[in-house]
């Protein structure tokens, strides 16, 4: 029989596909790390699961043309894929917005920019919920 793990389960992640959804996770907090803009709100709660977080991608045209801003949205979509399901909240929506630098920029590095971002947006939702400023 094995042990119990003290870890949490890994969230699953599913898309925001709402234009709507994402104008609401950019009204509420945004972070910046690196070559990465971290928009994070709480997932509307018609569209709550349990044990699930939702995830948007997007890169603007400032990135490049089309052919950059895909990569530079399968990079964002990888890192998410590593760093999301361990560090993300349950009920949350996340929308990774590319910035410039992110097409040469290191993965470790990018994994660290999202980190940090997640970081940040935490700190700033938990100050909010515990009713600091």
Known sequence: ??????R????AL?????????LAAARDI???AGSVTLELTETPTLKRKEGQARIGITASRKIG???ARNRAK???RAAARETLPLLGRDGHDYVLVARAGILTRDFKALL???TAAMAAAHGKLDLRLGGGR
């Not at 029989?1 to 003290?6: E, G, H, R, V």
């Not at 949490?8 to 969230?11: D, F, I, R």
């Not at 898309?15 to 994402?22: C, E, G, N, S, V």
């Open 1 to 6: 029989m094995a042990a119990k793990s003290s």
């Open 8 to 11: 949490p389960k890994p969230l």
């Open 14 to 22: 599913s898309p925001i596909k709402t234009r709507a959804d994402f």
């Open 30 to 32: 945004r972070k910046v």
């Open 65 to 67: 043309n089309a052919v």
């Open 74 to 76: 399968r990079r964002l």
């Open 112 to 114: 660290g920019d999202i």
